[in-house]
């Protein structure tokens, strides 16, 4: 399921307000939800031009809210200090969805397995997104937080109403190599799961006083 659709079948039904936040130069799900009837701003340093989006950090954001939900993909092993930014997440908004990965199970089969699928896609001529060498992406992304940093920030913060370890290499390796047969080696026992999709209720008092949650 993409992540679009897995955001969409979380959601309380429109009218509702969207933070997406760090929505990526793509736009993330800002344009699904757009589309699904949902008022959405989607920010990130890097967001595309146009209505649904700002080119801002979440640190710089200073809309007040409130939101009926945020949404954040792929984003908050970056985000740095994490507590404060989910402390202002779980101020704005009474729903946090989220896509993310476990950096730290890239290593022992998954990685084998990653770097080989790699390789034979390049031989075949295809040029997959993600890093042929996993020991040097990890080198370049020393910063990235654990999942188990991130969940434990997350539960400090909300209460967990949904949480699933899932494939993500498919996205890096694109081609053949599909999100079912990551599946399958996840299920079989042969692969590590790196994704994972979270979410969570805030019990944090919302911003400003009265605000829904
Ligand atoms: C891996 S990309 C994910 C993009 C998109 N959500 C996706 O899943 O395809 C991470 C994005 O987070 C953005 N980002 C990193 N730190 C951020 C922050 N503090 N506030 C907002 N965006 C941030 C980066 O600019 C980058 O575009």
């Known amino acids: 399921m993409s992540f ?10 429109p009218p509702a307000r969207v933070l997406e936040v760090g929505c990526g130069d793509e736009g993330g799900v800002a344009y699904a939800l757009d589309a699904a009837g949902y008022d959405v701003l989607a920010i990130d340093p890097q967001a595309p031009e146009g209505p649904l989006f700002r080119r801002k950090t979440l640190e710089e954001l200073d809309d007040p809210g409130p939101f009926d939900a945020v949404v954040a993909g792929r984003v908050l092993h970056h985000v740095q200090p994490l507590g404060a930014g989910l402390d202002k997440l779980a101020r704005l908004a009474p729903l946090l969805v989220v896509d993310e990965f476990a950096p730290e199970r890239l290593n022992g089969a998954t990685q084998d397995w990653y770097e080989a699928q790699h390789r034979a896609l390049v031989a075949s001529g295809r040029e997959p997104e993600g890093p042929a060498r996993l020991d040097h992406w990890r080198a370049a992304h020393s910063d990235i937080a654990p999942s188990g940093t991130v969940l434990a920030e997350l539960r400090a913060r909300y209460d967990e109403l949904a949480f699933e370890r ?12 599909t ?3 990551e599946e399958t080696l996840i299920g079989v026992g042969a692969i590590d799961a790196v994704g994972l999709r979270w979410v969570g209720r805030s019990t944090i ?4 006083p009265g605000s829904p949650g």
């Open 205 to 208: 008092k919302l911003w400003p």
């Open 4 to 13: 679009a659709d897995f955001v969409l079948a979380q959601l309380p039904p």
């Open 179 to 181: 999100e079912q047969l």
């Open 166 to 177: 899932r494939p993500y290499l498919y996205r890096w390796l694109g081609g053949p190599a």
